[in-house]
């Protein structure tokens, strides 16, 4: 199972928005809703922003939010804040009943 | 409050076999639709989904590791082990637990700190 591709590094200025996308296959994005989403921070370990993909677990901003077309599921961050600063990895549920992730991406604000 | 803790060893021998543990608290594992899975990250690298237990005592594992891992809960010690065999220094990484419940039952919710295990004679 070859991970998920999402781009290296996306930036932005603080209030702006970005977009990371996560590109998958047939049996895995393209085959199921069971997207997720997960915020890493340097030295921390991950956190679910974005399950299902495009719900949100309580405590989390709305400024996150998720969609999906096709073979591509999507993070997008409003007003982008200093702490959104980190890596971010998608994840989705396979046709082989296994987990496949994202290559990572890492948002950096200007 | 839901913890996920990992422990184990820091450094293991390429052949040997590695075993980390998850002590967690906060859930327990024969809840209905409870899950604990493990995931490990190799320095610099994206991470990598490696097993995933649930309450039914169901298990999956990655396609590419199956033959070398094997998962196994106590429920009431509130464990969760992963036993991996033949460690290579490829292995060499962080390794996590994390909790599946409720609603994204497809998802981890908690996460424990990791454990960095690095493979080397």
């Known amino acids: 199972q070859s991970a998920l591709t999402q781009p290296p590094s996306v930036s932005g200025s603080p209030g702006q928005s970005v977009t990371i996308s996560c590109t998958g296959t047939s049996s895995d994005v393209g085959s199921y809703n069971r997207v997720s989403w997960y915020q890493r921070p340097p030295g921390t370990a991950p956190k679910l922003i974005i399950y299902?993909?495009?719900d949100r677990p309580s405590g989390v901003p709305d400024r996150f939010s998720g969609s999906k077309s096709g073979y591509t599921a999507s993070l997008t961050i409003s007003g982008l804040q200093a702490e959104d600063e980190a890596d971010y990895y998608c994840?989705?549920?396979?046709?082989?009943?296994?987990?496949?992730f994202g290559t990572g991406t890492e948002v950096t604000v200007l | 409050q839901v913890t996920l803790k990992e422990s184990g060893p820091a450094l293991v021998k390429p052949t040997q076999t590695l075993t980390v543990t998850c002590t967690f608290s906060g859930f327990s594992l024969s809840t209905t639709g409870m899950r604990v899975s493990w995931i490990r990250q190799p320095p610099g690298k994206a991470l990598e989904w490696l097993a995933r237990?649930?309450?039914?005592?169901?298990?999956i594992y990655s396609t590419s590791l199956q033959t070398r891992l094997t998962i196994s809960k106590d429920t009431s010690k509130k464990q969760v082990v992963l036993m991996m065999t033949n460690m290579d220094p490829v292995d060499t990484g962080t390794y996590y637990c994390?909790?599946?419940?409720?609603?994204?039952?497809?998802?981890?919710?908690?996460w424990g700190q990791g454990i960095l295990v690095t493979v080397s004679s």
């Open positions: 237990i649930d309450w039914d005592d169901d298990k």
């Open positions: 994390a909790r599946t419940y409720g609603a994204g039952s497809y998802a981890s919710d908690y």
């Open positions: 299902d993909v495009s």
């Open positions: 994840s989705s549920y396979t046709t082989s009943n296994t987990f496949v």
